[in-house]
């Protein structure tokens, strides 16, 4: 997709429209600088180390309940204030632990828990219901398109050819238990993916999504999404493919699945209402505050190539 074609220019204008997304007022009225409850470092909204909120936000933000776990494994040089792993953290905190590399859990090799990264091998969500592998082999996809200069570690666009595969499933539960997820500027992943323990997951990958994340990466293209707009798109795609989505519900990132009908009798099914929307909380807040300052269309990150 060309970021200056129409498509991409309307989803830029509204890029959360139709999603549920708490009103950011609370944080609106902070105005200064607060000591993090635990810490008693200076910070404005949350802690990005302790992963709470400032005192005077406690009780006010949004705090989501999610369906699997979350494992945030961090560069030890990826600067904390610039990440938007903290987001996870602070707002998901009992399904969210983030990790300093090359500190991470052992993890058991049972199939339930993936890492997010695309491969060769990689599957998309689709695939973990479908239990196949799409042709031809995202490898040969990849390095057809590969854009000069580009490093197939950032390229998340594994697309499903077969249409018979867009359909709800109806499953009783979800098919992974936990995520991890790799935190880092995209020239420094292939890093931390290279460690023995992470290769011996299985991997999956996502669908096409424009990023919105303001931080600018020389050299990566628009569709690498910042590590909150991952996590937002993954569980987008686990929930989705396993239950669609409720017919009061559509955004730009929703609108190609399927509604789930209120007269299908699958009572295990919970459509898709913006149950992970919040996860995008103080990132569509910092998104709208920088967007006051500045133009969209002159801010470099929005000006990467989409292919």
Not at 240 to 255: K, V
Request: proline share 7%; glycine share 4%; charged share 25%.
């Amino acid at each position: 997709m060309n970021p200056k074609s129409p498509e991409a220019r309307n989803r830029d204008d509204k890029p959360f429209e139709g999603m549920i997304i708490s009103s950011s007022e609370v944080v609106e009225k902070l105005t200064s600088r607060s000591p993090c409850p635990r810490c008693g470092k200076s910070r404005m909204y949350f802690c990005y180390t302790c992963f709470v909120p400032v005192t005077s936000l406690e009780g006010q933000i949004p705090v989501l309940k999610l369906p699997i776990k979350v494992d945030i494994i961090k560069h030890r040089r990826e600067i904390d204030g610039k990440s938007t792993s903290a987001h996870a953290a602070v707002l998901a905190p009992q399904d969210v632990r983030v990790y300093v590399y090359p500190d991470m859990p052992e993890y058991v090799l049972d199939g339930r828990t993936v890492l997010l990264y695309p491969g060769a091998e990689a599957k998309t969500v689709q695939e973990l219901y479908t239990c196949k592998n799409s042709a031809p082999s995202y490898s040969e996809l990849l390095l057809a398109t590969l854009p000069l200069g580009y490093n197939v570690g950032t390229l998340m666009t594994k697309v499903l050819c077969d249409t018979d595969d867009d359909r709800i499933h109806h499953v009783a539960k979800l098919p992974i238990d936990r995520v991890v997820l790799i935190d880092s500027t995209w020239n420094q992943s292939r890093g931390i993916y290279a460690d023995e323990r992470l290769q011996k997951m299985p991997k999956i990958v996502l669908q096409n999504r424009p990023s919105q994340f303001w931080r600018h990466q020389r050299g990566s293209p628009r569709w690498y999404l910042s590590t909150i707009e991952a996590l937002h798109q993954l569980l987008l795609e686990l929930h989705l493919c396993a239950w669609g989505r409720s017919e009061h519900y559509c955004s730009h990132l929703t609108h190609n699945y399927p509604i789930h009908m209120t007269q299908d009798k699958h009572p295990q099914c919970q459509p898709y209402e913006g149950q992970y929307d919040n996860l995008l909380f103080f990132f569509k807040f910092l998104y709208e505050k920088l967007h006051v300052l500045y133009q969209h269309e002159d801010l470099l990150a929005y000006k990467r190539p989409m292919k």
